[in-house]
């Protein structure tokens, strides 16, 4: 069982969990508004977060969601408060509604290719026998920008995108200098390859660098990453763009170079990186 970290008063998160793909959630906790940042991927996640912040006197009064992928909205009737997503997260739960989440219906989607194996897979083992699954319209649907004022702290939402899904937020914590990027940062999945897009990464990455951040939360990484952790990844991400653009998808010449570049031999998460942006340089 994940326990919950506590990073100062204001700022609580607990941890994600890979064997059923459960993200980071967390809680930023105001003079007058405690805000939540993502519903979990079931009920029990859920039910346990709130558990551990009641040891702690927390309730949290809104939530806000990361985007629409199941493991981030599964748990908002258990979380039962009022929600913020933006407008494009808000379409697809509608769709998430008219789904069953049956093993029958999940194979053929997955036959289809519209739900990832792995997803599904993790989706059973999460939520055993009992698959039914309220996911409840959002409250406060925004379009690029909200901001919210929990007392003492100032959080700002804002829509993304990105390769992960079209619907990323942001949400920063300004006195915090705390940024939780949710999913914004990982590849396009829901693709016949798994991707990157150069053009996406660039906007992306300028528009994260525009906050002015000291701790990085992705939402299935075990721990938050320092301001010199993010920009060593951001870097990662940089290169691995430019040498696919320079070299026009070829993966040996890009690893090879990038290899150079850095001066050491590729790690796996290296090369892992440069083959999405590899599969997704057309
Ligand atoms: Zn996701």
Known sequence: MQTLQKLSNRLFYLPPYQKTDRPILAAIVGDNQTLLIDSGNSSNHAK???????????????????HWHWDHVFGLYEMDMPSIANVITNDKITQLQELSWEDKE???RVKAGIEIPFC?????????SNREVIIQNPTIIFEKRIRLNLGGVTCIIEHVGGDHSSDSNL?????EKALFLGDCLYANMYAEKWHYTIEKMYKLLEKI???NAEIYFLSHHP???TKDEFDRFALLLKTSASLTQKHHG???AVAAEMSSHFERELTEDDLE???YFVNGYA
């Open 223 to 225: 721990a938050p990453l």
């Open 120 to 128: 599904a897979d993790a989706i059973k083992l999460e939520l055993g």
């Open 171 to 175: 949400i920063y914590i300004l006195e």
């Open 209 to 211: 660098e525009s906050y």
């Open 48 to 66: 346990q977060f709130k558990e551990q912040l009641t040891s702690y006197h927390i309730v949290g009064d809104i939530l806000a969601l990361t």
């Open 273 to 275: 990186i440069i083959t």
């Open 250 to 252: 070829e993966l040996n």
């Open 106 to 108: 999940l194979d053929e």
